[in-house]
């Protein structure tokens, strides 16, 4: 059974930086390597959505609102996902999840969810 641990949520003021991250524990790396890793969030009384994935080759892709602000990263010997979140906005508000999606049989794994709160 896959295990996703999300870490890092917090409140942070619009303009700054926070970084969330999630570990795959339970796991060896071998085995992290055949997933794509993802973010997504759901803000407060909204579904929801995709903010990142990133292939086990490190291929990325982000959703247009937070194109040029976030970055994804993995790290495969740590069996890691973060998500760099810069220039926040108080629309970026919302319970951060951790995606896991296995490469082969599209088997699909959530963490529990981060909050990260943009405010003044």
């Known amino acids: 059974q896959v295990n996703l641990v999300e870490s890092g949520g917090g409140l942070v003021q619009p303009g700054g930086s926070l970084k969330v991250s999630c570990v795959m524990s339970r796991a060896i790396t071998s085995t992290f390597n055949m997933y794509t890793m993802g973010w997504y969030r759901q803000p407060p009384g909204k579904q929801r959505e995709l903010v990142a994935t990133i292939t086990s080759g490190r291929t990325a892709r982000y959703a247009d609102s937070v194109q040029g602000r976030f970055t994804i990263s993995r790290d495969n010997s740590r069996k890691t996902v973060s998500l760099q979140m810069n220039t926040l906005k108080p629309e970026d508000t919302a319970v951060y999840y951790c995606?896991?999606?296995?490469?082969?049989?599209?088997?699909?794994?959530w963490g529990q969810g981060t909050q990260v709160t943009v405010s003044s």
């Open positions: 995606n896991a999606k296995n490469d082969h049989d599209d088997s699909n794994y």
